[in-house]
């Protein structure tokens, strides 16, 4: 998965659970605020896991080994 694409399913999820809790007739202040934290800290994490993981590559990289 892309970071582009991890973006938009944490947005997606936030769109969606602030929409049923809406039709839901759910205290919106007391759901949303936790769901909201917990969506872009699983964003977040996985953003700054893709970047570690990419620089490790770089650092290590060995042009002998392309292609295998």
């Known amino acids: 998965m892309k ?8 947005l997606l999820s ?11 007739g759910a205290a919106v202040t007391e759901l949303y ?5 917990a969506i872009v800290g ?4 996985y953003i700054g896991g893709n970047v570690a993981d ?3 590559k770089g650092k290590f990289y060995n042009p002998a080994l392309e292609g295998l």
């Open 42 to 45: 699983l964003t977040t994490t």
């Open 3 to 10: 970071k582009s694409q991890a973006f938009g399913w944490g």
């Open 33 to 37: 605020g936790p769901t909201l934290l």
């Open 54 to 56: 990419n620089g490790v």
């Open 14 to 24: 936030v769109l969606a659970t602030y929409a049923s809790a809406i039709i839901a």
